[in-house]
């Protein structure tokens, strides 16, 4: 069974990848929205985003990258609850989406 141990072992590692890597562009994504946010004079509420996506897309070069979608809240008032969202292609923020407004990112944050 020296087959099946190094499959598994090789899902198990890529499984652990995947894992650290959605951690590293998680906290990319919270500081590229707090930044926004400043930036904005928004609050972000919750201090955190959540993934609402996940799909594999090609960039410029045309390599393969995960593209990964999360949504937050911010309030502009301090009574209000209102959705954002940020993507991310491999490491680079593409685009941060406050209510109406877009705001462009083109930097590689980690």
């Given at each position: 069974m020296p087959g099946f141990e190094l499959a598994s072992l090789a899902?198990?590692?890529?499984?652990?990848?995947?894992?650290?890597d959605s951690l590293k562009a998680r906290d990319a994504a919270i500081a590229a929205t707090r930044r926004a946010c400043a930036t904005e004079g928004l609050l972000l509420l919750d201090d955190t985003v959540a993934i609402a996506g996940l799909k594999p897309d090609r960039d410029a070069d045309g390599q393969l990258?995960?593209?990964?979608?999360?949504?937050?809240?911010?309030?502009?008032?301090?009574?209000?609850?209102?959705?954002?969202?940020?993507?991310?292609?491999?490491s680079r923020i593409l685009v941060i989406n406050i209510g109406l407004r877009l705001v462009p990112e083109e930097r590689t944050l980690h």
């Open positions: 899902i198990l590692g890529g499984l652990c990848w995947l894992w650290f990258k995960l593209r990964r979608v999360y949504e937050f809240e911010y309030s502009d008032t301090g009574n209000n609850r209102r959705k954002g969202s940020v993507v991310i292609r491999g």
